[in-house]
């Protein structure tokens, strides 16, 4: 048995919320969590400031049906092929931004949620994407990143989880929280707040 590659073109949808326009302040670039698609995950930014916030969401490749066969739901990444599906990933995320042309006079605010951890810090990684702000929420940084990779980076880094969280008890939080510092320096502002796993709104309002 062979297992063979091809490659082809395809076609794949994203969100956007507000309008860019010249009173733009911000513009964020948000990477949803397992099981979301990213028209709903775009609507926990909807808060926000319309006038200085521009938002764009990605949208994970995979979809699949959830347990009740009424919803999808979307995945970045699984254990399998996951070097060349990283990499599929950061040419869609280079699509998109190269269709947005974001002006560089704004800035660029990076939130991963979730799974959406592992691909926004990969991206950076991968293609030294300079940011204004990186906010790690509720998710795990991949195990083979190391501080040299973004000894480049100025952003303001924030990590942000539930003290509730499911699927983050006191040792994962604990070995997050030294990763984070490792890779970013240890002025990275570490934002604990009262709840299980879910996209925090309040957090996000006071990051601008």
């Known amino acids: 048995m062979l297992e063979k590659e091809i490659t082809y073109t395809t076609k794949k949808s ?4 507000n309008t860019l326009t ?3 302040e911000n513009v964020w670039f948000v990477c ?5 698609l990213s028209r709903y995950f775009i609507k926990y930014f909807s808060e926000l400031n319309t006038d200085k916030n521009y938002i764009i969401a990605p949208q994970a490749p995979s979809l699949y049906y959830q347990k009740n066969f009424r919803h999808v739901g979307a995945s970045w990444l699984t254990k399998e092929n996951t070097v060349k599906e990283t990499e599929n990933i ?7 931004l190269e269709e947005e042309q974001i002006p560089k006079n704004k800035n660029l605010i990076i939130l991963g949620y979730s799974q ?25 940084i991949p195990k083979e990143l190391v501080p ?7 952003a303001k880094v924030s990590l942000v989880y539930g003290t509730e969280d499911e699927y983050l008890n006191a040792d994962r939080i604990m070995y997050e929280t030294k990763r984070a510092n490792e890779l970013f320096g240890n002025e990275v502002n570490i934002i604990p707040f009262e709840g299980k796993h879910v996209v925090n709104v309040d957090i996000i309002k006071q990051l601008t």
């Open 22 to 24: 010249e009173k733009t």
């Open 148 to 154: 040299e990779d973004f000894s480049f980076l100025k």
């Open 90 to 96: 950061m040419q869609y995320f280079d699509a998109v």
């Open 116 to 140: 959406g951890v592992s691909v926004s810090t990969r991206y950076i990684k991968t293609r030294q994407l300079q940011c204004s702000q990186l906010v790690l929420h509720s998710g795990g």
């Open 14 to 17: 994203y969100s956007t919320l």
């Open 32 to 36: 949803h969590g397992m099981g979301y």
